[in-house]
C-alpha cells in the first residue's frame, strides 16, 4: 500500500507540474 500511495504521490506532482507549464502557454501574461 505504501509504494501505491508514494507513486500516486509522484504522479499528481507531475501532474500538477504539468498542468502549471500548460497554463504557461495559454495564459503567457501570468508569467510576468
Known amino acids: 500500500i505504501a ?3 508514494k507513486g500516486a504521490k ?3 506532482q507531475f ?3 504539468d498542468a502549471r507549464i ?3 502557454r495559454l495564459y503567457p501574461t ?3
Open 10 to 12: 509522484v504522479n499528481w
Open 30 to 32: 501570468l508569467d510576468s
Open 3 to 5: 509504494r501505491d500511495n
Open 15 to 17: 501532474t500538477a507540474e
Open 22 to 24: 500548460k497554463l504557461r
